[in-house]
């Protein structure tokens, strides 16, 4: 934080007196500018970080007049940037594990050029949540926790090692261990200030997290987003986020809920809403008297769908409703009295049913919340609603429609297949549309009691009305903190949940980042023989295709209360309101809402049920709670001792060769295309997730190394590895690539015309010395913001992407790796330019780079003109670096 003497808005700290205790604080109202009470309330939280760390050099006076000029600049139509200081940063553990990398190689390659390494550390505070390594190997058995808890130390045991080590050796950083449950719910419950006290000096909470749906946090009154992990590695090192000030959309919540709707229902109807309204790059800020309505934790499933609306934050100013989960959360009475009294100096606290605080935003839209009805989204996208009365219909359509989004080109004369197999003994059929996975998995929903309680006493009733849910179907149950499990014992209903075969399988993000694990050969075989389009139904927040499985090519989101409906009902096309779920005991029809429990019957539940105590025994050994963890020995010193024969952590080359002086600007000369993609590819399809497919390159090279198949362990969990994660990069099985014949990680290498591996044509590419770009089409990266979508394609060769239009985090995270992002003009792509991607192009660049500037492409004696599409002059900065973390190590030294 910049020192009094040097931030010219010193004048405005001032004295609070809470609690017989007496506070500093920049008093924003003193600035006495009638501008200020018209901002929204999440760009006054951007104006107080802006005037607190006014130093004239990272952040400038100019910049906080333009973000108190909010309503004039956010509508220059190049865009204004302003820089963000975020404070603090989160991590959870697939993101976070390459960040400590990073640091570790940062702190050699500081010291081989002669610096101090002790100077990498964390400046600004940093949180790591070990979320994401644990799989669902085994279910629908009380044994289930504590098997897959067991095999993840097992597979993970080289990678917790080495953030033990981490959480020892770098300063400033909490590191929570395994089993603790999921990033963005112990953020809400248990990390989250919601105001910070830095020595007495009080200033909102802020944040950056390596996870896109670190927006979640949004719901508690906390300005925050998901960026890449190397622009996160950035704001750890002191650096300012940069961004361009963005548009406000205003939506405005009215109406009441009905009985039969969820808070999931709420989120769907919103991103699909939102969606279509347009929101990519701008803030979303909620208002309006039906706000009053939603629970914080409503709110904070509104706000963890933002990635999937598009937007950058999804946000709820602080209320009564806020302080009131605080307390629920067991937060500190001390504490809370800060929160409050400080927010209500500044004007940043809300009353919903005052439209007299209703700020200006640059539109407004309303939802009644009465037009919503019960839904889920898919078959392959979150955005893709579908109301439950329409799912059969819907379903039915996606069978006969085209290969797309919303289509499967399934012939007619196969839509009434059936397939038997044999399970445990006993003949079962599969057809299209079977659920073969149901899981109540992921931050989305698993934060919210509301529709847990509410899929406990749906099980409850449904166990009761004699139904249960046929042993083949792969059921699962992963709370998103250890609070869940407690409420659902204290209020009776885990004994059905597990009747039901939703026995809790670990705390942590599970199949909804694909770490679902098997499911039955038989089902495998059955469906693979035949091409049936069998589903998974989860309560997560992203379907995108081959991320759940890749045997479940449908996968529909779905609030806990669906999923396990659907499991009951054993397939998704089925109309709940004509057919019955299932049959009693006796024989008899039941049907969906003969069980289904009513709202005020959860409120009641979850009022006596949920309380501060929970919190309390749960976060008091958060740090202490794993006695696996708890026994683990790391390394100690300043500097890793890197182990050659490790499969899990090595160190990364991006720091080979690297000197003191700034690289010379070069141009790329004959690159050949290594994908030609089209639209909407996403971070799912870039990035390695998932399983290691046997026939793959990374399965290759782990199988040198001596490793069984058995022992690959996934993608998520070898992030730590740039050999395993390069390999891995573009290995997605749904990948449509134009220069291969079908979908798959296949390419073409131009020069032998051979279709080989992606991993194998760069690496012919690389020993040709031959540089290699990517052709793309719209929303290029959208999804996870993801750094190795762009470490991956940097160790593969690719020095530009020449796309229609990017997805922000991405095009950012490709900025600071230091590769090109060019867009193609205005109405112009690859078909309409004649580009067959089998060309070889030449991309010139001239000695002085500027934002914004028109490139030239030149492919033989044909060319077109490009967007250089670096945004900002610190994004300049960074690739005149050679990427953000050279330029980082050049600063330190």
Same mark, same amino acid.
């Given at each position: 934080?910049?020192?009094?003497?040097?931030?010219?808005?010193?004048?405005?700290?001032?004295?609070?007196?809470?609690?017989?205790?007496?506070?500093?604080?920049?008093?924003?109202?003193?600035?006495?500018?009638?501008?200020?009470?018209?901002?929204?309330?999440?760009?006054?939280?951007?104006?107080?970080?802006?005037?607190?760390?006014?130093?004239?050099?990272?952040?400038?006076?100019?910049?906080?007049?333009?973000?108190?000029?909010?309503?004039?600049?956010?509508?220059?139509?190049?865009?204004?940037?302003?820089?963000?200081?975020?404070?603090?940063?989160?991590?959870?553990?697939?993101?976070?594990?390459?960040?400590?990398?990073?640091?570790?190689?940062?702190?050699?390659?500081?010291?081989?050029?002669?610096?101090?390494?002790?100077?990498?550390?964390?400046?600004?505070?940093?949180?790591?949540?070990?979320?994401?390594?644990?799989?669902?190997?085994?279910?629908?058995?009380?044994?289930?926790?504590?098997?897959?808890?067991?095999?993840?130390?097992?597979?993970?045991?080289?990678?917790?090692?080495?953030?033990?080590?981490?959480?020892?050796?770098?300063?400033?950083?909490?590191?929570?261990?395994?089993?603790?449950?999921?990033?963005?719910?112990?953020?809400?419950?248990?990390?989250?200030?919601?105001?910070?006290?830095?020595?007495?000096?009080?200033?909102?909470?802020?944040?950056?997290?390596?996870?896109?749906?670190?927006?979640?946090?949004?719901?508690?009154?906390?300005?925050?987003?998901?960026?890449?992990?190397?622009?996160?590695?950035?704001?750890?090192?002191?650096?300012?986020?940069?961004?361009?000030?963005?548009?406000?959309?205003?939506?405005?919540?009215?109406?009441?809920?009905?009985?039969?709707?969820?808070?999931?229902?709420?989120?769907?109807?919103?991103?699909?809403?939102?969606?279509?309204?347009?929101?990519?790059?701008?803030?979303?800020?909620?208002?309006?008297?039906?706000?009053?309505?939603?629970?914080?934790?409503?709110?904070?499933?509104?706000?963890?769908?933002?990635?999937?609306?598009?937007?950058?934050?999804?946000?709820?100013?602080?209320?009564?409703?806020?302080?009131?989960?605080?307390?629920?959360?067991?937060?500190?009475?001390?504490?809370?009295?800060?929160?409050?009294?400080?927010?209500?100096?500044?004007?940043?606290?809300?009353?919903?049913?005052?439209?007299?605080?209703?700020?200006?935003? &640059?539109? *407004? @839209? $309303?939802?009644? /919340?009465?037009?919503?009805?019960?839904?889920?989204?898919?078959? =392959?996208?979150?955005? !893709?609603?579908?109301?439950?009365?329409?799912?059969?219909?819907?379903?039915?359509?996606?069978?006969?429609?085209?290969?797309?989004?919303?289509?499967?080109?399934?012939?007619?004369?196969?839509?009434?297949?059936?397939?038997?197999?044999?399970?445990?003994?006993?003949?079962?059929?599969?057809?299209?549309?079977?659920?073969?996975?149901?899981?109540?998995?992921?931050?989305?929903?698993?934060?919210?009691?509301?529709?847990?309680?509410?899929?406990?006493?749906?099980?409850?009733?449904?166990?009761?009305?004699?139904?249960?849910?046929?042993?083949?179907?792969?059921?699962?149950?992963?709370?998103? &903190?250890? *609070? @869940? $499990?407690?409420? /659902?014992?204290?209020?009776?209903?885990?004994?059905?949940?597990? =009747?039901?075969?939703? !026995?809790?399988?670990?705390?942590?993000?599970?199949?909804?980042?694909?770490?679902?694990?098997?499911?039955?050969?038989?089902?495998?075989?059955?469906?693979?023989?035949?091409?049936?389009?069998?589903?998974?139904?989860?309560?997560?927040?992203?379907?995108?295709?081959?991320?759940?499985?890749?045997?479940?090519?449908?996968?529909?989101?779905?609030?806990?209360?669906?999923?396990?409906?659907?499991?009951?009902?054993?397939?998704?096309?089925?109309?709940?309101?004509?057919?019955?779920?299932?049959?009693?005991?006796?024989?008899?029809?039941?049907?969906?809402?003969?069980?289904?429990?009513?709202?005020?019957?959860?409120?009641?539940?979850?009022?006596?049920?949920?309380?501060?105590?929970?919190?309390?025994?749960?976060?008091?050994?958060?740090?202490?709670?794993?006695?696996?963890?708890?026994?683990?020995?790391?390394?100690?010193?300043?500097?890793?001792?890197?182990?050659?024969?490790?499969?899990?952590?090595?160190?990364?080359?991006?720091?080979?060769?690297?000197?003191?002086?700034?690289?010379?600007?070069?141009?790329?000369?004959?690159?050949?295309?290594?994908?030609?993609?089209?639209?909407?590819?996403?971070?799912?399809?870039?990035?390695?997730?998932?399983?290691?497919?046997?026939?793959?390159?990374?399965?290759?090279?782990?199988?040198?190394?001596?490793?069984?198949?058995?022992?690959?362990?996934?993608?998520?969990?070898?992030?730590?590895?740039?050999?395993?994660?390069?390999?891995?990069?573009?290995?997605?099985?749904?990948?449509?690539?134009?220069?291969?014949?079908?979908?798959?990680?296949?390419?073409?290498?131009?020069?032998?015309?051979?279709?080989?591996?992606?991993?194998?044509?760069?690496?012919?590419?690389?020993?040709?010395?031959?540089?290699?770009?990517?052709?793309?089409?719209?929303?290029?990266?959208?999804?996870?913001?993801?750094?190795?979508?762009?470490?991956?394609?940097?160790?593969?060769?690719?020095?530009?992407?020449?796309?229609?239009?990017?997805?922000?985090?991405?095009?950012?995270?490709?900025?600071?790796?230091?590769?090109?992002?060019?867009?193609?003009?205005?109405?112009?792509?690859?078909?309409?330019?004649?580009?067959?991607?089998?060309?070889?192009?030449?991309?010139?660049?001239?000695?002085?780079?500027?934002?914004?500037?028109?490139?030239?492409?030149?492919?033989?004696?044909?060319?077109?003109?490009?967007?250089?599409?670096?945004?900002?002059?610190?994004?300049?900065?960074?690739?005149?670096?050679?990427?953000?973390?050279?330029?980082?190590?050049?600063?330190?030294?």
């Amino acid at each position: 934080m910049a020192g009094e003497g040097t931030n010219p808005f010193a004048h405005l700290l001032s004295e609070l007196q809470i609690g017989g205790e007496t506070f500093k604080y920049y008093n924003l109202l003193n600035l006495k500018d009638k501008r200020y009470d018209r901002l929204p309330f999440s760009i006054r939280v951007l104006l107080e970080a802006a005037v607190r760390n006014c130093d004239n050099f990272q952040v400038k006076e100019e910049d906080v007049h333009n973000i108190l000029d909010w309503e004039q600049k956010q509508n220059v139509a190049e865009g204004v940037e302003v820089p963000f200081r975020p404070a603090r940063v989160i991590l959870q553990d697939f993101t976070g594990v390459p960040a400590v990398v990073d640091f570790a190689a940062m702190r050699d390659a500081v010291k081989d050029l002669g610096g101090d390494p002790k100077k990498i550390n964390p400046i600004c505070p940093a949180d790591l949540v070990i979320d994401h390594s644990v799989q669902v190997e085994f279910s629908r058995t009380s044994s289930a926790l504590q098997k897959n808890q067991e095999l993840e130390f097992e597979r993970n045991f080289e990678r917790f090692v080495f953030l033990k080590w981490g959480a020892q050796a770098l300063k400033n950083m909490l590191i929570v261990p395994p089993g603790s449950g999921i990033v963005h719910q112990v953020n809400l419950e248990y990390l989250a200030r919601v105001v910070f006290n830095s020595d007495k000096l009080l200033f909102p909470d802020s944040l950056v997290g390596t996870d896109s749906h670190t927006t979640m946090i949004n719901g508690l009154g906390v300005v925050g987003w998901g960026v890449g992990g190397i622009e996160a590695e950035a704001v750890m090192l002191g650096q300012a986020v940069s961004m361009v000030l963005p548009k406000v959309v205003g939506y405005c919540i009215t109406g009441t809920l009905s009985p039969l709707s969820t808070s999931t229902d709420v989120v769907l109807t919103i991103t699909k809403h939102l969606r279509q309204v347009g929101v990519v790059g701008k803030f979303v800020e909620f208002f309006g008297p039906g706000v009053e309505q939603l629970s914080l934790a409503d709110r904070a499933t509104i706000s963890n769908m933002c990635p999937e609306y598009g937007a950058t934050v999804g946000f709820f100013p602080v209320d009564d409703t806020t302080i009131k989960y605080l307390r629920q959360s067991n937060r500190d009475e001390k504490r809370i009295a800060e929160i409050e009294g400080y927010l209500k100096a500044v004007n940043m606290y809300r009353n919903f049913m005052d439209a007299s605080q209703d700020p200006a935003y &640059s539109e *407004v @839209v $309303t939802l009644d /919340l009465g037009d919503v009805v019960p839904s889920l989204s898919g078959p =392959k996208r979150p955005h !893709d609603r579908v109301p439950v009365s329409g799912m059969k219909e819907d379903f039915l359509k996606c069978l006969a429609n085209q290969i797309g989004f919303k289509g499967y080109a399934i012939p007619a004369d196969q839509h009434d297949k059936t397939v038997p197999f044999i399970y445990e003994g006993q003949e079962y059929t599969l057809r299209h549309g079977s659920v073969v996975i149901a899981a109540i998995t992921s931050c989305t929903n698993t934060s919210n009691p509301t529709v847990m309680l509410g899929a406990g006493l749906l099980a409850k009733n449904a166990v009761e009305a004699g139904l249960r849910v046929a042993p083949y179907i792969k059921t699962s149950l992963s709370p998103g &903190s250890g *609070v @869940v $499990t407690h409420y /659902l014992q204290h209020s009776g209903v885990t004994p059905f949940l597990t =009747k039901l075969g939703f !026995d809790i399988v670990g705390y942590g993000c599970m199949t909804c980042i694909g770490n679902s694990g098997p499911i039955p050969e038989p089902i495998v075989e059955a469906i693979e023989k035949n091409d049936l389009v069998c589903c998974g139904v989860l309560s997560g927040n992203r379907n995108f295709e081959g991320r759940i499985h890749p045997n479940t090519r449908a996968n529909y989101l779905a609030s806990p209360l669906l999923v396990i409906a659907y499991a009951l009902a054993g397939r998704v096309d089925i109309d709940f309101e004509k057919e019955p779920i299932g049959h009693g005991n006796s024989g008899e029809p039941v049907f969906l809402r003969d069980i289904w429990p009513k709202r005020g019957d959860i409120q009641l539940v979850e009022q006596e049920h949920v309380v501060p105590t929970m919190f309390k025994e749960v976060y008091a050994r958060i740090t202490t709670g794993n006695e696996r963890w708890n026994k683990l020995e790391a390394p100690e010193g300043m500097l890793y001792p890197w182990d050659t024969r490790s499969t899990y952590i090595k160190k990364p080359p991006f720091f080979d060769g690297m000197t003191k002086d700034l690289p010379a600007v070069r141009s790329i000369e004959n690159a050949y295309a290594l994908l030609h993609l089209g639209d909407s590819v996403t971070t799912d399809h870039i990035s390695p997730a998932g399983s290691i497919a046997r026939n793959s390159p990374a399965a290759r090279f782990l199988a040198s190394k001596g490793l069984t198949a058995r022992e690959f362990n996934s993608y998520g969990s070898r992030r730590g590895n740039d050999a395993v994660m390069a390999r891995g990069t573009f290995a997605n099985i749904r990948l449509v690539n134009k220069l291969a014949k079908k979908a798959g990680p296949r390419t073409l290498h131009i020069p032998s015309q051979e279709e080989v591996d992606v991993f194998d044509a760069a690496e012919r590419y690389h020993d040709e010395k031959r540089p290699v770009i990517i052709l793309a089409g719209k929303e290029y990266g959208s999804g996870s913001s993801r750094d190795w979508a762009a470490k991956g394609p940097f160790l593969l060769g690719v020095r530009a992407v020449i796309a229609e239009s990017y997805e922000r985090i991405h095009r950012s995270n490709l900025v600071g790796m230091g590769i090109i992002p060019l867009q193609y003009m205005e109405g112009e792509n690859a078909d309409s330019l004649g580009i067959t991607g089998k060309e070889a192009f030449t991309i010139s660049l001239p000695e002085e780079v500027k934002t914004g500037m028109t490139i030239p492409v030149q492919m033989g004696d044909r060319s077109f003109n490009t967007i250089l599409r670096f945004d900002t002059d610190v994004e300049l900065t960074y690739y005149r670096h050679g990427g953000i973390l050279n330029y980082m190590i050049r600063k330190m030294i």
